[in-house]
């Protein structure tokens, strides 16, 4: 069975400051996905990584993949109160078709 | 614009009563999926279209059923076997059923509360 763990599961930032958001899952992988959630809404797709040494980037956020340690993390460099969110990861494993397993998110708030 | 439109955004359920939740997309997408998401936690597969006429349990299917009768539309009914239906449930679509490098995409959802 996969497993997918996110961490920290709840992060309190100061505006400006840099943090980084782990998704640790249990087997091999060749997609990744993360996913931005307000509350109350749906989830906004934010990065599709296909393989390893994947990095992409939008604004202030930075996702990166490394398949050999099962390990992506989310960076967010200088945060802004726009960001305050709950970010979601979601693992595909190798080989399979479309189920995505989702880690249980991470609640970020952005402090002034 | 393209999207899934999922109504309604609040639904109340009696004991005994079976529920719909409507979900529909205009995006031409194959595949079709239900999650559920309870509160501070990720989102569970209840279950999964791939074409028409098909569908697969997910990891939580027990006291629900779906039906894909049309390309646009995967409704998704809550039966009284349904204990906890309380939460969040969401619809999604994708391009294609297999590897792809487009995401899912999601409608705004439909909460769930038991009278």
């Known amino acids: 069975e996969l497993k997918v763990e996110q961490n920290p599961l709840f992060l309190s930032m100061q505006e400006g400051k840099n943090y980084t958001i782990y998704c640790n899952y249990s087997?091999?992988?060749?997609?990744l996905y993360w996913y931005r959630q307000d509350p109350g809404k749906s989830l906004e797709s934010l990065f599709v990584l296909l393989s390893n040494g994947a990095v992409k980037q939008e604004g202030r956020l930075m996702a990166s993949l490394d398949t050999k340690a099962r390990l992506s993390t989310l960076h967010i460099t200088a945060a802004v109160h726009d960001l305050s969110a709950t970010y979601f990861c979601a693992v595909s494993p190798s080989g399979s078709a479309r189920q995505l397993t989702f880690g249980s998110g991470t609640q970020l708030t952005v402090l002034p | 614009d393209g999207g899934i439109t999922q109504s309604p955004k609040y639904l109340f359920r009696k004991e005994g009563q079976n529920v719909t939740l409507s979900c529909e997309q205009n995006l031409n997408h194959d595949a079709m999926y239900w999650y559920r998401q309870d509160p501070g936690q990720g989102l569970r597969l209840i279950y999964y279209s791939q074409i028409v006429n098909d569908f697969q349990k997910g990891d939580i299917a027990e006291g629900y059923s779906v039906s894909r009768e049309k390309k646009e539309s995967f409704p998704l009914t809550v039966t009284s076997a349904q204990k906890n239906p309380t939460a969040f449930y969401l619809c999604?679509?994708?391009?294609?059923?297999?590897?792809?490098?487009?995401?899912?995409?999601f409608g705004d959802g439909t909460r769930l509360s038991i009278l």
């Open positions: 999604a679509s994708s391009v294609t059923w297999g590897p792809s490098n487009q995401p899912q995409h």
């Open positions: 087997t091999t992988s060749d997609r």
